[in-house]
C-alpha cells in the first residue's frame, strides 16, 4: 500500500476518533454519562490532540 494511502487512512481514523471524543464530551455535559468538569477538560485536550492529529496526516497524505 502506498505510504499516501497510510497516511490518509491515519487521518480518517483520527477524525473519527475526534468525533467519538466530541460526543462523549457532549454526553458528559448533559449530564447522561458519569464525569465532572475534570473529565470535559481531559477530554478536550485529547480532542484538541486528534484534530490535529487528523490535520497533519491529510497534509502529508496531499504531499508525499
Same mark, same amino acid.
Given at each position: 500500500m502506498p505510504q499516501s494511502n497510510v497516511y490518509a487512512l491515519l487521518g480518517l481514523f483520527s477524525f473519527?476518533?475526534? %468525533?467519538?471524543v466530541a460526543r462523549l464530551v457532549v454526553r458528559i455535559?448533559?449530564?447522561e454519562l458519569p464525569g465532572g468538569d475534570l473529565w470535559v477538560l481531559? %477530554?478536550?485536550i485529547l480532542l484538541g490532540f486528534l484534530f490535529a492529529a487528523a490535520i497533519v496526516y491529510g497534509f502529508r497524505a496531499f504531499s508525499a
Open positions: 473519527g476518533a475526534a %468525533l467519538l455535559q448533559k449530564g481531559y %477530554l478536550r
